[in-house]
């Protein structure tokens, strides 16, 4: 079969990641707000020319809290990265401002580093996680602590990336989950060819920019109501797993097969290589035919050509049209009489 398409995670999804930073942000900033109006009695916040910037940190994190809510969808993936940098230099500041180590603003670094494993490519939170455990060093070294720093750094540290790497590992199992529901619904169960949603998803992306001698082909088997008729419906899906694999090993490399319901396939060719359309067509006309004892399968089709920027719906409605006319035409051709030859 062609290559199964792959399956964004939900996580992947702008709105949700933005929607997630700016509430990371606004939370910060209630905490920064917090510690604000109630220091603590050993807390340090750096002045400039005698002003107390102890707000500082606080009103940046309520503004990228409202810039990501509403800007954050459009960010490159460059500023995603350099907006998780800053805010952990910004947690760094906040910890030494506190005065003390641990103060509880080290939660914030962790922040960051579930942040990235959730909606970041895994190389940003590995980036991540080497400043935050900079960061976390030097604020260790110039801030009282009370157990050893080296001791502190490495529970810190430890605690972080041990959340870190749980999140990531639950974030690959809800990919996989999503991934095969994806894969579960676009096939067909009885002969695991792609199913029309499949179709219609493979055929889009198709359309714009078809290759040189692609086409798309359905078939409707001719004589499979008598067969199941004869034999009973376990029969009718063995047949039709056994259709459905010629049909996939006829097309090959050059495209793929997909049943639609009932006793309609259809292929895509989209790696058309040297052989022309319509042999391909044939070639895979001739796979769905058998005969045996009481009974002869064949089937009716209609092709078309794949044209650049074609509409979807126009493009399956006209291959329809044209596999029943030849369905007509077979159906005809089977009631004419055959002349008789004169002595």
Not at 275 to 299: C, F, K, N, T, W
Request: aromatic residues 8%; neutral net charge; hydrophobic residues 50%.
């Amino acid at each position: 079969m062609g290559a199964t398409p792959t399956c964004a995670s939900p996580l992947s999804s702008p709105r949700l990641r933005a929607r997630a930073l700016s509430t990371m942000f606004f939370a910060a900033a209630a905490v920064g707000f917090f510690a604000a109006f109630f220091p603590a009695e050993n807390a340090r916040p750096p002045h400039i020319g005698g002003v107390s910037t102890i707000f500082f940190i606080p009103t940046i994190s309520l503004a990228t809290a409202i810039l990501a809510r509403y800007t954050a969808e459009r960010w490159p993936d460059w500023l995603w990265l350099a907006v998780q940098l800053i805010t952990n230099l910004l947690v760094g500041m906040a910890m030494y401002n506190a005065g003390t180590m641990p103060s509880g603003a080290e939660i914030f670094l962790m922040w960051t580093l579930v942040f990235a494993a959730f909606f970041l490519p895994t190389r940003h939170a590995v980036i991540l996680g080497v400043e935050a455990g900079i960061v976390l060093a030097v604020a260790i070294a110039v801030g009282p602590t009370t157990v050893k720093p080296v001791t502190l750094w490495v529970m810190l540290m430890g605690s972080f990336v041990g959340v870190a790497g749980v999140v990531a590992a639950l974030k690959h199992q809800l990919e996989t989950a999503v991934r095969r529901h994806h894969d579960d619904a676009v096939t067909d169960p009885l002969t695991l060819l792609g199913n029309r949603r499949r179709l219609m998803d493979d055929l889009a992306d198709l359309l714009t920019a078809p290759p040189a001698g692609a086409g798309i082909a359905l078939f409707d088997l001719d004589g499979f109501k008598a067969f199941n008729d004869a034999f009973g419906h376990p029969e009718g899906d063995d047949l039709l797993i056994r259709l459905g694999r010629r049909l996939q090993a006829a097309v090959g490399t050059a495209g793929t097969a997909y049943r639609l319901g009932g006793d309609e396939f259809c292929v895509v060719i989209n790696r058309p290589g040297p052989v022309a359309l319509d042999v391909l067509v044939e070639h895979a006309r001739g796979s769905l035919a058998e005969q045996g004892p009481g009974y002869a399968i064949g089937s009716s089709c209609g092709y078309l050509a794949l044209a650049p920027g074609a509409d979807l719906v126009e493009t399956l409605r006209e291959v329809d049209t044209r596999l029943y006319v030849d369905k007509r035409e077979r159906a005809g051709a089977r009631r004419r009489p055959v002349a008789s030859v004169a002595r």
